[in-house]
């Protein structure tokens, strides 16, 4: 929701003056004294759900968020930058050396417990709370969402999480608490996803149909695709239930089947999804919101001066390459055309970069297909002038989409000073991406393909995280769940046919011909059911999903991150264990807090 940042500790100040022929003695009622009977209160009730809301930009969008969803999958490895910083927190999280230190372990787990202890007060007080039982009940559906989502998130990571935060199962607590309520883990697992459940499902029933056209206050649309998720997550775990597969069906297939009730729809170009200025379009049910620009609202800092660590959008830079250090072709060897960093381009900080798998497998038919072009960026407009050159106007470079197209270009049109003074870099010459690591090539150092879907231009200054709402859920993501649900359940004809919507979107680009976008369909549609297995849908997910920090959950929840990740990624291949880091683990400042002696049977296993 818009503007979610006001909190719920009031201060009233009495300034009293004192006239000359006064005679009266001056009483003092202090009103600067904060109680939990504020929750009570219509104001204080409403407050403390805005602050639900804006818990969540720690857990979308910043570094270490970014990082733990995707770093050390099969899509994302480590780029330059970190590869520099051997035994950071970035490093360990890219090649599973990590250990229960780490910053993007503590900032979801310290950031979780409070706003899930307000969720808790909030439910406890609402039945003293002075408003209309209706307005009531749509912000008992928003909290109790947002509970959900908290514990989900770190079901998904950690595993067992307390419900007892020291007052018993869900209740509000207000006092020191040094024991940790996480044991028998299996038991305790099981009640969590219960809860989950029980929270989203209350959700789908007393949210509104649909979310305003221009915010996203929760709706049922966020409701049934969370309750699909996860469904579909606990029946591949330990607690599944033998109707947890029908029920992630029945939950995807009520938005699927009733679009225009909750007011969604796929668009129609995928590369709009994701486009600046788009970002309330209706294929998006959640996203978490920021105020555009104002660092202070938005609790990063102002101006803000560090990585991570705040509720900035970091993912608007986590992703780029070095598009700086990106020099022309021999005969204008001495200019760098995009030398100066961009608002568009963002900050190369170079955390993460693309899996060879990613670019060659994955995304292999990019011209069929648009959702590679639609979540990466392929050309840079120059940003200085010189050499050849007119900054925000000439091209600065390309990235070429495969190695013949970067031969073809650069064949057929001489490199002159103003036939073509811009470069066409072949993947084989990307970093990591092409086989090289080499940063002494003054050519392409430390390029590669970046991630697009975060950048933003209206941030105001290159090195500024982004402020852009961050995508959460989205309805090609609710197609994919139901295609899995339904290949589980022996329809897989059924699941072809969603994987394939979604395919048609993806021949579709702005300006083709209705033929045309036929004959690229065609070329990339299944035409087998038995080609539905679960490695495929895991692959169509990456297609859509690319670098939206839900990797990590969505291979770990189905047991594929160990063998995606030896086969596909070199930085984790040798670190990756089995019966280890399906989990991350229960963070060291955590257990340093318990009472008990006996810390590790606390901990997940390996650490």
């Not at 149909?209 to 579909?232: E, G, I, T, V």
């Not at 239930?241 to 796929?266: C, F, H, R, W």
């Not at 994701?274 to 620009?293: A, C, F, M, T, V």
């Amino acid at each position: 929701m818009k503007s979610r940042n006001k909190f719920f500790i009031v201060a009233l100040t009495a300034l009293v003056m004192l006239l000359p022929r006064c005679s009266k003695k001056l009483e003092e009622q202090p009103y600067t004294v904060f109680t939990v009977d504020y929750f009570k209160t219509p104001s204080g009730f409403q407050n403390g759900v805005y602050a639900l809301y804006s818990g969540m930009r720690f857990l979308y969008g910043p570094e270490g968020a970014v990082n733990i969803g995707c770093a050390g999958t099969d899509e994302w490895s480590m780029g330059g930058e970190v590869r520099r910083q051997v035994g950071s927190d970035l490093y360990t999280l890219c090649d599973y050396s990590m250990d229960n230190t780490s910053g993007a372990i503590l900032t979801p787990w310290n950031r979780s417990f409070n706003n899930i202890n307000l969720a808790n007060g909030l439910v406890e007080y609402a039945k003293d709370v002075a408003i209309p039982d209706a307005a009531k009940n749509t912000l008992l559906g928003e909290i109790r969402f947002l509970r959900g989502l908290y514990y989900f998130n770190l079901v998904q990571y950690f595993g067992a999480v307390p419900l007892d935060l020291g007052s018993g199962d869900l209740k509000f607590n207000q006092k020191p608490f040094q024991g940790f309520n996480r044991l028998p883990t299996a038991e305790i697992f099981v009640k969590d996803y219960q809860l989950i459940l029980e929270d989203f499902t209350f959700a789908t029933q007393n949210l509104p149909d649909k979310r305003p056209a221009d915010a996203f206050k929760l709706s049922k649309s966020a409701a049934f695709h969370m309750l699909a998720k996860a469904y579909l997550h606990r029946s591949y775990s330990a607690a599944k239930q033998p109707t947890d597969t029908k029920s992630a069906y029945d939950a995807a297939m009520e938005l699927i089947n009733n679009q225009a009730k909750y007011g969604v729809a796929l668009q129609a170009n995928y590369a709009d999804v994701h486009k600046p200025n788009n970002d309330y379009n209706s294929e998006i049910l959640l996203s978490i919101e920021r105020i555009p620009g104002n660092f202070a609202a938005d609790e990063v800092g102002d101006p803000p001066n560090t990585i991570g660590g705040g509720k900035g959008v970091d993912a608007a830079n986590d992703f780029c390459g070095d598009y700086t250090s990106v020099r022309s072709p021999t005969i204008q060897s001495g200019t760098k055309p995009v030398n100066t960093r961009t608002v568009q381009y963002g900050r190369p900080i170079r955390r993460m970069c693309p899996t060879p798998w990613l670019f060659n497998v994955a995304f292999a038919d990019k011209f069929n297909d648009s959702r590679y072009e639609g979540s990466f960026r392929t050309v840079y407009i120059a940003s200085v002038t010189g050499g050849g050159f007119t900054a925000n106007t000439d091209t600065g470079f390309v990235m070429a989409l495969s190695n013949r197209i970067a031969d073809s270009l650069n064949g057929i049109v001489p490199a002159g000073p103003r036939l073509k003074p811009y470069r066409v870099i072949a993947p084989r010459e990307f970093y990591f991406v092409g086989g090289s690591v080499d940063q002494s090539d003054l050519v392409t150092s430390n390029m590669y393909p970046s991630l697009s879907k975060y950048e933003d231009p209206g941030k105001g200054l290159a090195n500024n995280p982004g402020s852009r709402p961050f995508v959460v859920a989205k309805l090609s993501e609710t197609y994919l769940m139901a295609a899995e649900a339904g290949m589980i359940l022996n329809n897989k004809a059924q699941a072809m046919d969603f994987i394939n919507i979604l395919k048609l979107r993806a021949a579709y680009r702005p300006g083709l011909a209705p033929a045309e976008v036929t004959n690229r369909y065609n070329v990339i549609k299944l035409t087998d059911a038995n080609q539905v297995t679960l490695d495929y849908i895991l692959d169509e997910r990456t297609r859509e999903l690319c670098g939206e920090s839900i990797r990590w959950p969505d291979l770990a929840a189905r047991g594929k991150l160990i063998e995606r990740a030896k086969l596909y990624n070199t930085d984790a291949a040798p670190k990756i264990t089995a019966n280890k880091h399906e989990l991350r683990p229960i963070p060291r400042e955590q257990l340093d807090r318990v009472t008990d002696a006996d810390k590790g049977k606390y901990q997940n296993p390996g650490y």
